[in-house]
Nanobody
Framework: QLQLVESGGDLVQPGGSLRLSCGAS????????VGWFRQSPGKEREGVSC????????NYADSVKGRFTISRDNAKNTVYLQMNSLKPEDTANYYC?????????????????WGKGTLVTVSS
């Protein structure tokens, strides 16, 4: 079964950093664009960042530009989300998703596979 697995979520103080990882089992991510999305209770899902299958193109939500960086290491079959200068409003479940297209849409509606999420809590 094709599956994405997220890891790296944790409790962190405001201003801190975390790195989330998204790995794939049973298939290679090389040909997939991958996105990170988040959702907190009572709020709609939000697209955080997308990276193209080649890794040459990235998109970010305005709320995370300059603080978050998406990257991929195809040799490790993993996509990362480096999150710096974290704020309480970044608290959410973070999901990665993949689409068999060159680039993903930040809406998330064209994604083929989703992970189960990892919880990020930013609080003092």
């Amino acid at each position: 079964q094709l599956q994405l697995v997220e890891s790296g979520g944790d409790l962190v103080q405001p201003g801190g950093s975390l790195r989330l990882s998204c790995g794939a089992s049973s298939f290679t991510l090389d040909y997939y664009a991958v996105g990170w999305f988040r959702q907190s209770p009572g709020k709609e899902r939000e697209g955080v960042s997308c990276i193209s299958s080649s890794g040459g193109s990235t998109n970010y939500a305005d709320s995370v530009k300059g603080r978050f960086t998406i990257s991929r290491d195809n040799a490790k079959n993993t996509v990362y989300l480096q999150m710096n200068s974290l704020k309480p409003e970044d608290t959410a479940n973070y999901y990665c998703a993949a689409t068999f297209q060159s680039m993903c849409d930040m809406s998330g509606y064209d994604m083929d596979f989703w992970g189960k999420g990892t919880l990020v809590t930013v609080s003092s």
